[in-house]
């Protein structure tokens, strides 16, 4: 049992405020399961006065969105000077821009579909039309367009017919003044988490067991990722030895490449030739009914109050 008294920040204002107030339900359950004392707060006007006011032992974000994977609640909370579980705010930035992870991680030799980034304002310049041929001849059919950065697959979705790209462009930039646009690859689709410390002794990260995604559409969408039953889920993922073990060591790398601490999921494809592909990053993961991390915890046989009691003793021991 914990004497802890924690606050669990959700909500916010962004496009995913219903998916964090689920998560931080979840965590806040899971938590006070284990004898941890928990607030839980609205990521608000308020916020500031309330950790000045009812400073916790620490913090735990499960904010998505901006607010929460892009760094700016860090910030906050390193300027006050408050302890928190999960990465900080210029780790955070890293990985919540998704083509500046992907560059990273190409630059460590580590492979990640060709892709390339486009604002909006190129399309208008230079004329949309002869644009979007241009990224078909680049990138070949399918092609899987998501924003640069966000979470929870808005705006994401492949592109299977020159015809449709018009529209699915309208689609994506609708999360974002910015496209990503990438080769799409064919294979099977898995999300590893990687935590810190609470693993067999180890103080550094380990990759738990991955979760092989099976959507219903074929596409592991918004709606895919938060309806119960669109989706089948493998845990540990249907892959040979060899396969598991490169999955989880692309999630350390792409951890410890992009200096993430605490927890991180990876999402990945593993290739028909073998190849395992770096998708993205997520620094503040899900936790929902239907979320990976939850899952990878029960297949590796331990609960989220204990993997998060064991990170908020982290969190309290980085600030003394």
């Known amino acids: 049992m914990s004497d802890r008294c924690v606050a669990v920040l959700s ?10 107030l689920r ?20 990521a608000d006007a308020n916020l500031l006065a309330r950790l000045r006011e009812h400073r916790p032992d620490a913090v735990l974000i499960a904010l998505h969105g901006a607010e929460g994977e892009g760094g700016s609640v860090q910030t906050v909370l390193e300027m006050l000077d408050v302890p928190y579980v999960g990465s900080d705010s210029h780790a955070c930035r890293r990985a919540w821009d998704k083509p500046t992870a992907k560059t990273e991680l190409a630059r460590a030799g580590l492979a990640t579909p060709d892709w390339v980034v486009l604002p909006h304002s190129t399309f208008r310049e230079l004329g949309a039309r002869a644009v979007l041929d241009a990224m078909v001849d680049r990138l070949g059919l399918p092609m899987m367009l998501k924003p640069e950065q966000g979470g929870s697959a808005l705006g994401a979705q492949v592109v299977r017919d020159a015809a449709d790209l018009p529209a699915a462009m309208v689609g994506c930039l609708a ?3 910015t496209v990503l646009a990438e080769r799409f690859v064919p ?4 999300a590893v988490t990687v935590v810190d410390g609470v693993v067999d002794g180890s103080d550094g990260p380990v990759a738990l067991p991955a979760v092989e995604i099976d959507p219903e559409s074929g596409v592991y969408d918004y709606t895919a990722r938060y309806t119960a039953g669109l989706t089948t889920f493998h845990t540990p993922a249907r892959l040979d030895e060899r396969a598991a073990a490169a999955v989880a060591d692309l999630a350390v790398a792409a951890h410890r490449l992009l200096g993430l601490r605490d927890v991180s999921r990876t999402d990945a494809i593993v290739a028909g030739d073998g190849t395992v592909h770096f998708l993205e990053v997520n ?18 046989g331990r609960s989220l109050g204990d993997i998060y009691t064991a990170l908020i003793e982290r969190a309290v021991n980085r600030s003394r």
């Open 11 to 20: 909500g916010g204002l962004s496009h995913e405020r219903d998916v964090s």
């Open 283 to 300: 620094s503040s993961p899900g936790l929902t009914e239907t979320s990976l991390l939850p899952m990878a915890a029960e297949a590796d």
């Open 175 to 177: 999360y974002g003044e």
């Open 187 to 190: 294979g099977v689709e898995v």
């Open 23 to 42: 998560s931080g339900r979840r965590l806040s359950t899971a938590l006070r399961s284990v004898g941890v004392t928990v607030d839980e707060w609205d």
